[in-house]
C-alpha cells in the first residue's frame, strides 16, 4: 500500500431530512481505495453502505443531501496531473463531468440486475449504446467490443446473447451481462452493491470468482458492498466495517478477521453461524436490536449493545473518533483511545 | 418403475416406527401453466416430484436447497397450506393415531392445525399490521375456543415472555416493533396452541447478522424446553448446520441426498451436496476456496432435464444419469443418497476448523 | 413554515415514543392524512356541503318551487355590510321597469331603500325529516314581498329562487352520488370478492361479465335507459331508477380492484397465517382481507363520487335524467341550456360553478386519503 490511493473519502456526512426529522445515514465516513485492490464494506440495514456509495456516485436525491466531507478521487479525464485529485461533492450535480466520470472511470454494479436493464432493448443494443457513448466507434466495432465483453465474463454463446433481452437470461447469466456491461470502458473503480444477494449460492460463487479473476487481470479497484462476511473474507483486500452511518472498523482483511479490535466486529464475528459451527450449540450472540435510525443518540452508536462498554457512561456520552490503532488498522473505540491496547 | 418399486413398499398400512412423528412418501406436487383464453392446461411445473423423508419426535430436519427447487412448496404441503397432488404424509397425532395428511378433508384438517404451526419467512409480512399483539398472539387461542379474554391476555403474556418479549408490549402493534422482535412475535402465535411440529420456512434469512443468532438460540431452546419437532428450510447452509440433526438437500424438487448433518457437511456423497457446500463463502480469508464453482444455472421445474436432474452440472454425469433418474437409497444407516455413481466417488465436505 | 416543520417533527418524536407503539391503522392514517392540509380544507368543504344537503331549506331562503311570473330573471343581490357608515348587513331592493322598445324586464337598484338581512330569521314553513315543523332559515329579509324581494343568486325564468334551488339541488345531486358510489361499492366488493377469493368459474363469469360492462359505450346505454324510464314515474321513482343504474355500470372498476386486492392478499404471509391458526374463512375474510383495504376503498368511492355526480349532472343536463319538478344540478344546469337565457340571465350558470367545487373538494380529499391510507408504506 505504498501507493496512493485512487479513493479518499473524508468525513463524509449525508443526511436525509424528513417530515420525521433528519436522519444522518452517512455521518463522519472516511476510507480508502488503493489502486488494483478490493475493499469491502460490510454492515447491517441501516448501517449506511449503500448511502455511501451512493454519495460516491453523487447519486443522492432529494430529500437527501451530502452536509459534510470530501470525495476525493484521482480522475484521469477531469485531473490535469495524476497527482491531483477531483473533490467529486465539489462538482455540481448532473453536470457534464459528473456524468463522464460515472460510467467513464467509476462503473456500478447493482443488486438487481432485473432492474437496470430494460426490458424492451436487446442486451446487445444496451451494451453496444454505453459503449458508443463513451467511446467514439463504428457500429460494427461496438459490437465486436460487446460481444468480447460477454466472452469475458463467461456467458456462453455470447453472440447469441447479444440479441436476448435481459428477461430471457438467467439471474446468474443477467448478473454477468451487467458486469460486462460495467466494465466496458475499463472502469478505474467499479462499485458493486451487494451484487451477489438476489441470487443462489452456487450462483453467486461464480460471480465472485469471475469478479475475482476479473479484477486481478484488470487491476481494477472495486468497492464490494455486502451484509455478508464470508463473502467479504472471500474476496476483499480491505475491509471497512459500518453501523449506523459510522465506520467502526477498518483494515485488511486478515486483521479484521483474525485480530479485530472493535467490540462490534469481535461480537459479530463471534455471533454468525457458519459451515464449521459445532452442531446445535449455542452462538454468542449480542443483544438487542439495532435502534432505529430516527433515535437521537449521543456516543457511540454501538453502546446500547456493547459488552465492553467503559464504565461511568463514557460510551454513552462521548462518541469515539476513528483513529488508527497501527499501520493499517483503524478502530473507533475508547478502548483504543487513552484506554491502552486491548487485544 | 423406480416410482413403482418405492410405492410397493410402503402401502398406507405399514406400521411406523415409534420414533417418527412424520412420514413423507412421494409427495409431488404439480402447477399446471395454463394459457389461452379457455385456461387450457399446457404443462406441468413439477414444484416438487416425489420427495420421500420423514420426521423423528423431538428432532430438527433442515430442508436446503436453492431457489426453485420445491422446499418452501414441499412445507406447505405438510401443513396443507397448498393442496399436495399426490403422496402420503403419515403423520402421528398427540392421541397417538396415525393420520393421512393429505386424505384430510378441509374440515377435518383444524384439530391438526393446533398440533402443527409455521414461522414465516418475513415477519414484516407475516403479521397483521392492525391487530395489537394480544389479538395477534391470541387469535389462534380465541378462534380455537379460548372465549375468555382474561384468560386469554395471560396465556398471551406467557407466550411473551417465552420468547423474550415484555408482556407490556401487548398493546402495541406491529409497526412498534423490529425485524428481530417481530420474528419473536410469530415465534409466540406459532406457540399458542401447543405445537408439536412447527415447520420454519427461512426463520432468520430476512433479518440482520447481528439478530439471526438470538432467533436462531430461542429456536434451539424452545425446541428443548417444549419438545418441538421442527422442519426448518432454509438456503443458508451455516445456519442449517447449525441447527439441525439431520440435514436433506433438495435439487429441482426432489431430494438427492439426506443424512445425519455432520456427515452431510464433512462426507457428502452427492457431487450436488458437494457443490453446494464448496460454494458457500467461508468466513475467513485464509481459507480461500479454490474449487471451480458449478458451472450452468439451475433448471426450471418446468422443463427439468432427463434422467437425474443434475447430470448437466455435474462433473461425473454418465450415460445413464442422463437417462435415469436414481433412486433416493440408503446407503449407510440414516444416509440416504440419489446417485448412481455415489459408491465410486469421494467427495470434498467442508473442511473442520483447525 | 419552516418553524412549524420542525415542530410536527418533535412532536412526531414525543408520540413516536408513547403513543406511536400502541396506534392502530386509523390514527396512524389520520396523523398522515393531518398533514396533507389541501385534503384537511377540502373536508371542511364537504362537511358544509353535506350539511346542506341534509338541511337545504334551513339555508334557503325562498320555497324553492314558489315561481312568480314578475320577478323572472332577476339578477343576483350582492350584500353590502354598511350603511350610512355604520355596520349594517343588508341587501339592496331591486326595481323592474318594463324597456317599451323590446318590452324586456330591465331591474335596477332601487337607491332608496335598503333591506336589512336578518340571521335565524323566520321564513316558509317546512318539515325536517318529517318530524317537526320550523320555520327556521339560517337568513333572509323580513317580510318579503314582489316589491321587497331577495334573490341572492336572482331568479330563473319563472322566477324561482336560484339560491334556494341551488340548495335543495345539492340534497338531489350529492345523494345521488353518495348512493350511487354505495350500491357500486357493494356490488365491487361483493363481486369482486368472490371473484378474488374463490376463483375458478365464478372468477371467470364475473370477470367476461365486468369486460362486457365496460366495452358498453357509457354514453349511449345511459341515454338508452334512462329513456327507457316510463315518463309516468314519479320523481322519487325515477331518482331511483337513475341512481340504479348509474350504480350497475359503475361497479366495474371496483369490482376489479377488489378482485386484485383479494387476489394478492391470498398469497400473503398473514392471511395464510390465519388459516394456519385455525381462522374461519369469514373471520379471514373481514378480519384480515378487508380491513387491509378499507382504507383504499374509501380512497376509491372518496374518487367515484365526483364521477357519479357529473354522470347525473350530465344526464339531466341533456334531459333525460331527473326532470322538473324535481330539483338537481343537471336540472338548473337545464335552464342555461340555450344561447337565449345565457345571454339574458348568465347567473343561471352558476350551478355549475357548484359542481366544479364539490368536485375539486372531493377529488382533493380523495388524493390525500389515497396518500394516507398505507400508513406501513
Known amino acids: 500500500m505504498t501507493n496512493q490511493p485512487l479513493l479518499e473519502v473524508r468525513d463524509l456526512q449525508t443526511v436525509f431530512e424528513l417530515d420525521e426529522g433528519t436522519v444522518k445515514a452517512v455521518d463522519g465516513v472516511s476510507f480508502d481505495v488503493y489502486p488494483g485492490r478490493v475493499l469491502g464494506i460490510v454492515g447491517e440495514s441501516g448501517c449506511g453502505k449503500s448511502v455511501t456509495i451512493k454519495s460516491v456516485l453523487r447519486l443522492i436525491e432529494e430529500p437527501g443531501r451530502i452536509a459534510n466531507g470530501a470525495i476525493r478521487f484521482r480522475s484521469k479525464i477531469l485531473g490535469n496531473s495524476s497527482a491531483e485529485m477531483v473533490d467529486l461533492v465539489q462538482l455540481p450535480a448532473k453536470s457534464a463531468q459528473l456524468r463522464a466520470l460515472r460510467g467513464n472511470e467509476i462503473a456500478l454494479i447493482p443488486q438487481e440486475p432485473m432492474a437496470a436493464f430494460s426490458p424492451v432493448h436487446t442486451i446487445g443494443n444496451q451494451l453496444m449504446e454505453v459503449i458508443q457513448l463513451h467511446q467514439p466507434v463504428s457500429n460494427e466495432e461496438a459490437k465486436k467490443i460487446a460481444v468480447n465483453r460477454l466472452k469475458e465474463v463467461g456467458v456462453p454463446n455470447p453472440e447469441g446473447a447479444m440479441d436476448r433481452y435481459s428477461w430471457e437470461l438467467s439471474g446468474g447469466l443477467r448478473q454477468r451481462a451487467m458486469i460486462g456491461m460495467a466494465l466496458t470502458c475499463d472502469p478505474l473503480l467499479l462499485i458493486a452493491d451487494e451484487p451477489t444477494t438476489a441470487i443462489d449460492v452456487t450462483t453467486q460463487a461464480q460471480v465472485l470468482s469471475l469478479l475475482r479473476k476479473l479484477q486481478q487481470e484488470h487491476q481494477t479497484s472495486i468497492i464490494f458492498i455486502t451484509h455478508d462476511l464470508g463473502v467479504i473474507a472471500q474476496l476483499a483486500d480491505d475491509v471497512v466495517v459500518m453501523y449506523l452511518g459510522k465506520v467502526m472498523e477498518s483494515g485488511p482483511v486478515d486483521q479484521i478477521f483474525h485480530n479485530p479490535q472493535h467490540p462490534y466486529t469481535r461480537a459479530l464475528l463471534r455471533s454468525i453461524p457458519t459451515v464449521h459451527t459445532k452442531n446445535r450449540s449455542r452462538l454468542p450472540t449480542i443483544s438487542g436490536s439495532i435502534p432505529h435510525p430516527f433515535q437521537k443518540r449521543s456516543g457511540c452508536p454501538f453502546v446500547a449493545r456493547c459488552q465492553e462498554a467503559l464504565p461511568q457512561q463514557k460510551c454513552a456520552n462521548q462518541a469515539p473518533v476513528l483513529k488508527a490503532i497501527n499501520e493499517h488498522q483503524s478502530v473507533s473505540c475508547f478502548l483504543h483511545q487513552g484506554g491502552g491496547n486491548v487485544s | ?354 | 413554515m419552516t418553524s412549524q416543520t420542525t415542530l410536527s417533527s418533535e412532536a412526531r418524536e414525543n408520540v413516536k415514543d408513547e403513543a406511536f407503539d400502541v396506534a392502530p391503522n386509523w390514527k396512524l392514517v389520520w396523523w398522515r392524512f393531518k398533514k396533507h392540509r389541501l385534503a384537511l380544507v377540502s373536508a371542511f368543504v364537504l362537511f358544509g356541503i353535506i350539511l346542506i344537503a341534509l338541511f337545504p331549506d334551513f339555508f334557503s331562503i325562498q320555497d324553492p318551487n314558489k315561481s312568480s311570473a314578475r320577478e323572472s330573471f332577476m339578477p343576483p343581490q350582492g350584500i353590502s355590510f354598511f350603511h350610512d357608515g355604520s355596520f349594517q348587513v343588508h341587501v339592496k331592493p331591486l326595481k323592474g321597469k318594463r324597456n317599451p322598445t323590446t318590452l324586456k324586464m330591465e331591474w335596477g337598484v332601487d337607491k332608496k331603500r335598503i333591506l336589512p338581512l336578518r340571521f335565524f330569521t323566520s321564513g316558509y314553513e317546512y318539515e325536517v325529516f318529517g318530524l317537526f315543523k320550523t320555520d327556521l332559515h339560517l337568513f333572509g329579509i323580513e317580510k318579503p314581498s314582489a316589491r321587497n324581494s331577495f334573490h341572492l343568486l336572482g331568479t330563473d325564468r319563472l322566477g324561482r329562487d336560484q339560491w334556494s334551488r341551488l340548495m335543495h339541488g345539492t340534497r338531489v345531486s350529492l345523494s345521488i352520488g353518495l348512493v350511487a358510489v354505495g350500491l357500486s361499492i357493494f356490488l365491487g366488493i361483493l363481486l369482486g370478492g368472490i371473484s378474488g377469493y374463490y376463483g375458478g368459474w365464478p372468477d371467470l363469469v364475473i370477470q367476461r361479465l365486468i369486460e362486457i360492462l365496460q366495452s358498453l359505450p357509457p354514453i349511449p346505454i345511459w341515454m338508452a335507459l334512462t329513456a327507457a324510464l316510463p315518463r309516468d314515474w314519479t320523481v322519487e321513482q325515477t331518482y331511483f331508477a337513475i341512481t340504479l343504474i348509474l350504480s350497475l355500470l359503475g361497479w366495474t372498476t371496483l369490482g376489479r380492484e377488489v378482485r386484485g386486492r383479494f387476489l394478492s392478499l391470498r398469497e400473503e404471509d398473514f392471511v395464510m397465517a390465519a388459516k394456519l391458526s385455525g381462522c374461519s374463512q369469514s373471520r379471514i375474510i373481514f378480519r384480515h382481507m378487508l380491513p387491509t383495504f378499507t382504507s383504499h376503498i374509501i380512497a376509491t368511492s372518496t374518487l367515484a363520487i365526483p364521477v357519479m355526480i357529473i354522470n347525473e349532472t350530465f344526464l339531466s343536463f341533456l334531459g333525460l335524467g331527473l326532470r322538473p319538478p324535481a330539483i338537481s344540478w343537471g336540472v338548473l344546469l337545464q335552464e342555461a341550456q340555450n344561447l337565449q337565457s345565457i345571454a339574458l340571465a348568465p347567473w343561471l350558470l352558476l350551478p355549475g360553478l357548484a359542481v366544479i367545487f364539490t368536485v375539486l373538494a372531493l377529488n382533493i380529499l380523495g388524493d390525500g386519503l389515497r396518500d394516507a391510507a398505507d400508513p406501513y408504506s
Open chain 2, 1 to 354: 418403475m423406480s416410482v413403482e418399486s418405492t410405492q410397493s413398499k410402503l402401502t398406507a398400512n405399514t406400521p411406523m416406527p415409534p420414533e417418527r412423528l412424520l412420514d413423507v412418501k412421494q409427495l409431488k406436487k404439480y402447477f399446471p401453466i395454463r394459457k389461452g383464453f379457455f385456461k387450457s392446461v399446457v404443462g406441468q411445473v413439477r414444484s416438487v416430484d416425489g420427495v420421500t423423508f420423514h420426521l423423528n419426535q423431538g428432532e430438527t430436519l433442515g430442508l436446503v436447497g436453492e431457489s426453485g427447487c420445491g422446499k418452501t412448496t414441499t412445507s406447505r404441503c405438510l401443513l396443507r397450506a397448498i393442496n399436495p397432488t399426490s403422496g402420503e404424509i403419515r403423520y402421528r397425532q398427540a392421541d397417538g393415531q396415525l393420520v393421512d395428511v393429505t386424505k384430510l378433508a378441509s374440515d377435518e384438517l383444524r384439530p391438526l392445525r393446533r398440533e402443527m404451526q409455521m414461522i414465516f419467512q418475513d415477519p414484516f409480512a407475516s403479521l397483521n399490521p392492525r391487530m395489537n399483539l394480544l389479538d395477534l398472539v391470541g387469535e389462534p387461542l380465541l378462534v380455537n375456543g379460548v372465549a375468555n379474554r382474561k384468560e386469554r391476555s395471560d396465556r398471551v403474556a406467557d407466550l411473551l415472555r417465552l420468547v423474550g418479549l415484555r408482556p407490556e408490549y401487548m398493546r402495541r402493534f406491529p409497526h412498534a416493533f423490529s425485524g428481530g422482535q417481530r420474528q419473536r412475535i410469530v415465534i409466540a402465535r406459532a406457540l399458542a396452541l401447543n405445537p408439536r411440529l412447527v415447520v420454519a420456512d427461512e426463520p432468520v434469512s430476512a433479518l440482520d447478522v447481528s439478530v439471526q443468532a438470538q432467533v436462531l438460540n430461542l429456536l434451539l431452546d424452545l425446541q428443548e424446553q417444549l419438545k418441538l419437532t421442527y422442519l426448518f428450510v432454509a438456503h443458508d447452509l451455516s445456519v442449517v448446520r447449525h441447527i439441525s440433526d439431520r440435514v436433506a438437500v433438495m435439487y429441482v424438487g426432489r431430494i438427492v441426498e439426506m443424512s445425519p448433518t455432520d456427515e452431510l457437511f464433512l462426507a457428502p456423497k452427492h457431487p450436488y451436496t458437494a457443490a453446494l457446500l464448496s460454494a458457500v463463502p467461508v468466513a475467513d480469508p485464509r481459507i480461500r476456496s479454490k474449487m471451480q464453482p458449478l458451472e450452468g444455472d439451475v433448471p426450471s421445474p418446468s422443463n427439468p432435464p432427463s434422467g437425474c436432474h443434475f447430470h448437466p452440472r455435474c462433473p461425473f454425469a454418465t450415460e445413464l444419469c442422463r437417462q435415469q433418474a436414481p433412486d433416493l437409497e440408503e446407503v449407510q444407516p440414516n444416509h440416504f443418497v440419489a446417485c448412481h455413481r455415489q459408491a465410486e466417488l469421494s467427495l470434498l465436505g467442508v473442511s473442520e476448523p483447525t
